[in-house]
């Protein structure tokens, strides 16, 4: 990753694992626990993405409706999808104000081609502050005085 990455597809995870809705719950959760992930994008037969099941809409379903167990039954079916080319500022800007904990990335016939969730965004967010702390001087915690005063424009001693 380069150090100030601008666009979507330079920092999503490449290839996403892909789930049909007519899965069982159980099995989607099996997928997630052997992949190490949270969030499956749900494809039909043409490997259009037509929902998003995560680890939390699975627990919260088969808590809710212990008979039905499909990812149909508990799927988004209208998840934040983009193209690998978006800027990745308005990516992580719209995934913060909606609260979304994912966005599945789609090449222009609609086939998933990525994700990027919230852990890839800390990612990109703790490399960027390394970066800048390299090129910065510490920061120091201030007491109240202290930031009042410089706060008035008056050094402190």
């Not at 390394?130 to 915690?141: D, G, I, N």
Request: charged share 25%; aromatic share 6%.
């Amino acid at each position: 990753m380069e150090q100030n990455p601008k666009n979507l597809s330079e920092v999503m995870t490449q290839g996403a694992v892909t789930v049909e809705p007519n899965l069982s719950l159980q099995d989607a959760l099996e997928v997630m626990r052997s992949w190490g992930m949270r969030h499956l994008p749900v494809v039909d037969e043409k490997n259009q993405v037509i929902g998003l099941i995560s680890d939390r809409d699975i627990y919260r379903y088969m808590a809710l409706q212990p008979t039905k167990k499909l990812v149909a039954d508990a799927m988004s079916t209208q998840p934040f999808t983009v193209k690998g080319g978006e800027r990745l500022a308005a990516v992580v800007k719209m995934m913060a104000n909606n609260k979304y904990g994912c966005a599945i990335v789609c090449d222009l016939k609609g086939e998933v081609t990525g994700i990027f969730t919230t852990t890839d965004a800390l990612f990109v967010l703790s490399r960027l502050l390394e970066t800048k702390a390299e090129s910065e001087p510490e920061f120091r915690l201030m007491s109240l005085e202290e930031y009042l005063v410089s706060w008035q424009g008056k050094k402190t001693s």
